[in-house]
């Protein structure tokens, strides 16, 4: 059931998530950052299973800041989502068991589906589609999960590439209202991030429910 959104507009690049930590029928918490902050101008949005969404963007991650330590520049944009792409493949054709100093070690797919979104100087704000099969493409908007069926479809009536920061944050408020509306089990707490000339950070959250810490019986 979670719901990660994306869209390109002049000279910025808007990513959101839903904030639901799930396992099962359970709902463990309300406020789960799905969005993470991949460097200074870098964001990815993932979703799947938990333990390889998180493991997954974390390596990731540190591979970006690992190649900026050793080069003295960044990855652009395109190329660390080629990257992300690469890993996704590598680690999908080498599923399977081996033995490496007498302990077995399981090898399997990363369960993981990513929006990548960045600026660069020269080629401005970028949005990347990186599914768990390893399907790359730059698009304008994307979305993954059961929301992708209701914020896809009002996406495609109201984006704009010329949009600017407060039309895309509208369509962004009715994509997330429309999931409220029609998802019959709908998340309801929303993470915004942009990323800009100024770089990547925090835009709104949009909550509906506080998480509430039950106190001890």
């Known amino acids: 059931m979670e719901c990660v959104f994306g869209l390109v507009g002049k000279g910025f690049a ?21 969005i993470m902050v991949l460097d200074s101008h870098k964001l990815v949005a993932a979703s799947g ?6 493991q997954f963007t974390e390596y990731v991650q540190k591979n970006v800041s690992l190649y900026k330590f050793r080069n003295g520049i960044p990855l652009t944009t395109a190329a ?15 599923e399977g068991e081996f033995c490496y ?8 797919p990363y369960s993981v589906n990513i ?37 896809l479809s009002t996406m495609d009536r109201h984006y704009r590439e010329d949009m600017s920061v407060e039309e895309a944050i509208e369509l962004v408020d009715k994509c997330i209202l429309e999931i409220r509306s029609r998802l019959v089990v ?32």
């Open 14 to 34: 808007i990513v959101a998530a839903d904030t639901s930590a799930v396992h099962s029928i359970l709902l463990h918490k309300n406020n789960e950052d799905k």
């Open 49 to 54: 299973e938990p333990g390889d969404r998180v």
């Open 80 to 94: 660390a989502a080629n990257f992300t792409r690469g890993e996704l493949a590598t680690a999908l054709r080498k």
């Open 101 to 108: 100093l007498n302990i077995m070690l399981v090898l399997n």
């Open 115 to 151: 929006l990548m979104a960045g600026y660069d100087e020269e080629s401005g704000a970028s949005l990347y589609y990186i599914d768990y099969i390893a399907t790359l493409h730059k698009v304008d908007k994307g979305a993954f999960g059961y929301g992708s069926y209701f914020s």
């Open 186 to 217: 709908a998340p309801p707490n929303f993470v915004i991030k942009i990323v800009d000339k100024d770089g990547a950070r925090d835009y709104a959250w949009r909550q509906s429910v506080q998480d509430v810490t039950t106190a001890a019986v």
